[in-house]
């Protein structure tokens, strides 16, 4: 619940000018203004705010939950309240009829909805410094990946249409020896005069390490559907093939670089220890969930709020005789997914989990849902190490060890 305030000042984002509209514990309207999204502008912001009350006095609302922008009134003292875009449409629909909309309305539909709503709203709680160089360096590491994954089936498709046996050859087209196979071989012309020991020559220079002969790596190539042939087709098919290979080992690099920046920066957290203790967690997935998690213990009175956050609770619609239980659209995804990873992971080494993923397959759950119903049990273990600030210990485990006792006797 928000702390008691004088003012409330809310504020619609823009990629470049944000419109700003404060109002204090009556409703009316005491400014209207606009910043551009600038050093100077937010600079302006938080002294035009501090003509009205103390910082700790004057709430802001925004639509947006992190950025610089929150950083700077969170560091100059203010009480920043992050709103569901949603919510703030769903609030206009009923307070502006018209159905007009402009800026300056929706910054003083966020100060409106902020004064009222204030007992239900919970203010935005900065991270420490070291949750938030791992949460960059995670996210960023998940962007580049989904990244790959497109320029990997752009570069499939490519070669489906004009050269299908190049994507035969080896079994991942943007593993390190297939990429290194294109670089030389970007077009049917330019195998014309591959032979068996030419081939072999190559896998022995770039360190192939599958179990396939030279004959029979040929042989994938050579039995695939003809490629293009005409000339000018070949020279384009050239410099498509090389530009996607080159976007492919770049972003191979940098995912290599990220993953050692993000287990440095995971080995240096506090919670670290807490995330990587967990079984199967592994380095990536354990830095995915501690970044998406945070490290603010006043932040989650409950598992409950966790898994909901996460998307791992579902959401029950009753009205009258009505009933109905629906999934969860609205929840942090990264954290989703890191969680639901970690969860599908851990039923190969922990009986507990294992036993609770199969239970929920039995009662009629398919794979996801049963997955969600594990990752809901472990938030609740995790919340409590976290909260205790301990890893994971499966002898201390209640639930686990009750379920070991029987197959130990």
């Known amino acids: 619940m928000l702390p008691p305030a004088q003012f409330f000042a809310g504020l619609d984002w ?22 551009a999204h600038t050093a100077d502008g937010i600079a302006m912001l938080i002294r035009r705010l501090a003509t009205f009350a103390e910082a700790g006095d004057v709430q802001v609302g925004i639509e947006r939950p992190n950025g610089r922008l929150v950083d700077l009134l969170l560091e100059a003292g203010h009480p920043v309240v992050p709103v569901s875009p949603n919510a703030i449409k769903t609030w206009r629909d009923g307070e502006v009829l018209s159905g007009a909309k402009s800026d300056a309305g929706d910054a003083a539909v966020i100060a409106e909805y902020l004064r009222l709503r204030q007992h239900h709203l919970r203010v935005a709680t900065p991270y420490r410094d070291d949750t938030r160089a791992l949460r960059t360096v995670v996210r960023t590491r998940t962007d580049l ?7 990997t089936n752009q570069l499939a498709a490519l070669l489906d249409d004009h050269w299908p046996g190049a994507k035969a050859v080896f079994a991942d087209v943007e593993s390190p020896i297939s990429l290194e196979f294109l ?7 330019s195998a014309r005069h591959l032979g068996e020991k030419r081939m072999a020559a190559f896998c022995v220079k770039h ?26 087709s070949t020279e384009a098919l050239r410099d ?7 976007v492919l080992k770049a972003l191979n ?10 287990a440095a920066h995971l080995g240096e957290h506090p919670d ?34 966790v898994a909901a956050l996460a998307g791992c609770t579902p959401v029950t619609k009753a009205s009258g005789k009505h009933r109905a239980v629906h999934f969860r659209w609205a929840c942090n995804k990264r954290f989703r997914v890191a969680l639901t990873t970690f969860a599908d992971n851990s039923r190969h080494s922990s009986p507990w989990a294992a036993d609770i993923y ?3 397959r039995k009662a009629g759950k398919d794979h996801p849902h049963a997955i969600r119903v594990l990752a809901r049990a472990w938030i609740r273990v995790i919340w409590r190490c976290w909260h205790d600030s301990v890893p994971y210990d499966p002898t201390k485990h209640g639930a686990a060890t009750a379920l070991m006792e029987p197959l130990a006797s």
Request: proline letters at 4%.
């Open 14 to 35: 823009a990629a470049e000018v944000h419109a700003v509209c404060v109002t204090d514990h009556a409703g009316t309207i005491v400014d209207r203004f606009t910043i």
């Open 183 to 189: 670089t030389r071989y970007p077009t049917l012309a």
């Open 358 to 360: 199969n239970r929920a």
């Open 253 to 262: 690099t940098a995912v290599k670089d990220l993953d050692r920046s993000t």
């Open 145 to 151: 990946v989904e990244m790959r994954v497109a320029a």
């Open 240 to 246: 498509a093939v090389l530009g996607l290979v080159g």
């Open 272 to 305: 670290g220890e807490i995330f990587t203790s967990l079984p199967r967690s592994g380095q990536i997935n354990a830095a995915q969930m501690l970044a998406e998690w945070g490290d603010c213990r006043q932040a989650y009175e409950t598992p409950d709020s």
């Open 207 to 232: 360190g192939y390490s599958g179990r396939r002969p030279a004959a029979v790596l040929l042989q994938r190539l050579r039995s695939a559907p003809a490629g293009a042939t005409g000339e000018a």
